[in-house]
């Protein structure tokens, strides 16, 4: 079992920046590296949305949303993957999700349903 744990939302304006954390922690019998990591956001009233993952190969993804403002990136001694949001706006109002799954697991790491763990969220708002 992988517990999965947010942190870094909060209330910013247009045009801020934010950096989500997610720590992963757990007794798998795996190492964090193993498993490809993703992050999700779902809005008030609309459905779950992918926006950045890690692919198999180290291939990252992105929504096209989101292109050339959010980063994510990882560091496996620290069992954490980042979100670096840039140029924030209103629109990318949502809670924010991490989760894992393991490298074997077929599927694109652009759907929430090939994802076997998540967090528990951390709601970022953006006021213009």
């Known amino acids: 079992q992988v517990q999965l744990v947010e942190s870094g939302g909060g209330s910013v304006q247009a045009g801020d920046s934010l950096r989500l954390s997610c720590a992963a922690s757990?007794?798998?019998?795996?190492?964090?590296?193993?498993?490809?990591m993703g992050w999700f956001r779902q809005a008030p009233g609309k459905e779950r949305e992918f926006v950045a993952a890690?692919?198999?190969?180290?291939?990252?993804y992105y929504a096209d949303s989101v292109k050339g403002r959010f980063t994510i990136s990882r560091d496996n001694a620290k069992n954490t993957v980042y979100l670096e949001m840039n140029r924030l706006e209103p629109k990318d109002t949502a809670a924010y999700y991490c989760?894992?799954?393991?490298?074997?697991?077929?599927?694109?790491?652009?759907?929430?349903?090939?994802?076997?763990?998540w967090g528990q969220g951390t709601q970022v708002t953006v006021s213009s």
């Open positions: 757990g007794r798998t019998g795996r190492t964090f590296s193993s498993y490809l």
């Open positions: 890690f692919g198999r190969s180290g291939s990252i």
């Open positions: 989760a894992a799954r393991a490298s074997e697991m077929l599927g694109s790491s652009r759907a929430s349903g090939t994802y076997n763990y």
